[in-house]
């Protein structure tokens, strides 16, 4: 077995280990890739909130914004395959066209907060930070928490 | 019991289940910190994952890599204070310079495998995508899984 063919099978055997009987393997990969960026966006969410805190390093900034529209611009995709289940409700997929708005908008207010990270640092980002993380907007909407 | 000794007595108990883990709120913010990265690591290895298993298209996988190399380039900052707690091991600063060498290294692989996906393509990127996942064998060393 190759190196590569032994990952791909652990990751198999992960994800067969998490999979619920009810669920297709692959829409059970096809949630978990979904979920997988929106925790990421949660993690870099609360990055960001403790460097405006103060309590780390406010340099880092730069990075976050930018990892934050990295995943920002793959969620759209990710969300693409009509595969219910998961915190989404079934609204991502009967509204669409407001949903892929909702999440374009955020991701090019994304792109925009990395560029003004690298132009100016934290005291130009923080006044951009709410108008940026539209996530509640959409939430509120499209995620039915479990 | 009065309602400020009930009050009291509730934040003891909670100080004291606390204590062990938070020294200070200043440490608690350098591990909350870090285990931010290392959960985004996680969460965006099991991104790529699902991409080479081939369920997902590999439309993001140089997305996803380059936001691994964004991570791994914090990382080696984000341990240097000696703050012992979370899951790492002490032995994450009795031995500084292996551990630092291993961050080093994952930095310089990550972001290779950075380059090649966004020169090359993620076919390519395939051939080394190990270099950008050296997790194992640092937590092996470094990391307890068993503490919280």
Same mark, same amino acid.
């Given at each position: 077995m190759n190196r590569l063919t032994r990952f791909v099978a652990s990751v198999a055997v992960v994800a067969a280990i998490a999979?619920? &009987?009810?669920?297709?393997a692959d829409d059970q990969d096809t949630i978990a890739y979904r979920e997988d960026i929106m925790k990421t966006l949660g993690d870099q969410a609360a990055s960001i909130g403790m460097i405006i805190q103060g309590? &780390?390093? &406010?340099?880092n900034i730069v990075a976050h914004t930018q990892i934050l529209a990295l995943a920002a611009a793959s969620a759209l995709d990710a969300f693409e395959p009509k595969v219910a289940g998961g915190?989404?409700?079934?609204?991502v997929w009967a509204q669409w066209a407001d949903f892929s708005k909702k999440m374009n908008e955020f991701s090019m207010a994304a792109a925009d907060l990395a560029k003004t990270a690298k132009a100016g640092g934290l005291e130009a980002v923080k006044p951009k930070m709410q108008a940026t993380m539209t996530c509640k907007g959409c939430h509120d909407v499209y995620r039915q928490k479990k | 019991m009065t309602r400020f000794a009930k009050l009291a007595g509730s934040v003891a108990i909670v100080a004291t289940m606390l204590a062990p883990v938070v020294a200070s709120a200043d440490d608690k913010d350098v591990i909350d910190y870090r285990q931010h990265l290392m959960n985004t690591l996680d969460h965006q290895s099991g991104a790529l994952g699902m991409i080479l298993s081939g369920?997902?298209?590999?439309?993001h996988m140089a997305d996803h890599i380059e936001i691994i190399s964004l991570v791994a380039s914090l990382s080696p900052k984000a341990f240097a204070p000696h703050v012992e707690g979370g899951?790492?091991?002490p032995e994450v600063w009795s031995k500084a310079a292996d551990f630092d060498k291993k961050m080093k290294d994952f930095v310089t692989g990550s972001a290779n495998v950075t380059k090649i996906a966004r020169d090359q393509g993620p076919t390519e990127a395939v051939n080394h995508i190990l270099d950008a996942l050296p997790c194992k064998g640092c937590h092996d060393l470094y990391r307890d899984p068993s503490k919280k």
């Open positions: 999979a619920p &009987a009810a669920v297709r309590k &780390a390093p &406010a340099e915190e989404s409700k079934p609204e | 369920v997902i298209p590999d439309k899951q790492s091991k």
